[in-house]
T-cell receptor
Framework: AQSVAQPEDQVNVAEGNPLTVKCTYSVSGNPYLFWYVQYPNRGLQFLLKYITGDNLVKGSYGFEAEFNKSQTSFHLKKPSALVSDSALYFCAVRALSGAGSYQLTFGKGTKLSVIP | EAQVTQNPRYLITVTGKKLTVTCSQNMNHEYMSWYRQDPGLGLRQIYYSMNVEVTDKGDVPEGYKVSRKEKRNFPLILESPSPNQTSLYFC?????????????FGEGSRLTVL
């Protein structure tokens, strides 16, 4: 079975500082990896994804994520945090093929608070 | 505007009273899915559908039913709701192929079962 771990329930960062939200995954075969963001009282919004190719993926709102196959990680990063980045962030994985390839499994989420 | 629409957005009901949460998408997506979101548990998949008349169980299907008679609609049915089904529910859809997994989410339906 595939799974996602987000080890931090909450991350606090000062505005202007770099931020990292951690994610590790487990899946059979090669993974599709995703990050979604949820603002209060809203549905989730797609931020970025990794399928193949360059290990550094760029997405919306200045976010990027680094895929590390040996560490089975897909950490979300941003060079300079904004107060408006405060939200709940979810990492998700699905298998590239085979069983589970139609199921997107989410982590438990990490609440990011950017302090002015 | 491309969107996934869920109704109702908020509902308070009592144990055992059947209810349906509707979901409709206007993007001609093949794949649709239902998730529930609970504090500390993240999003858990209830059911998903790869196309019309094709549905399958997710991780937490007990107590729920779905149907996919039309491509745009994917209702979630609670035949006999119980308090442990109090949750925030999200419907989502996506295309197949390389874009699969780029889910478009509805705004959520907050259900309380008394």
């Amino acid at each position: 079975a595939q799974s996602v771990a987000q080890p931090e329930d909450q991350v606090n960062v000062a505005e202007g500082n770099p931020l990292t939200v951690k994610c590790t995954y487990s899946v059979s075969g090669n993974p599709y990896l995703f990050w979604y963001v949820q603002y209060p009282n809203r549905g989730l919004q797609f931020l970025l994804k990794y399928i193949t190719g360059d290990n550094l993926v760029k997405g919306s709102y200045g976010f990027e994520a680094e895929f590390n196959k040996s560490q089975t990680s897909f950490h979300l990063k941003k060079p300079s945090a904004l107060v408006s980045d405060s939200a709940l962030y979810f990492c998700a994985v699905r298998a590239l093929s085979g069983a589970g390839s139609y199921q997107l499994t989410f982590g438990k989420g990490t609440k990011l608070s950017v302090i002015p | 505007e491309a969107q996934v629409t869920q109704n109702p957005r908020y509902l308070i009901t009592v144990t055992g009273k059947k209810l349906t949460v509707t979901c409709s998408q206007n993007m001609n997506h093949e794949y649709m899915s239902w998730y529930r979101q609970d504090p500390g548990l993240g999003l858990r998949q209830i059911y998903y559908s790869m196309n019309v008349e094709v549905t399958d169980k997710g991780d937490v299907p007990e107590g729920y039913k779905v149907s996919r008679k039309e491509k745009r609609n994917f209702p979630l049915i609670l035949e006999s709701p119980s308090p442990n089904q109090t949750s925030l529910y999200f419907c989502a859809s996506s295309n197949g192929g390389s874009r699969a997994g780029e889910l478009f989410f509805g705004e959520g339906s907050r259900l309380t079962v008394l």
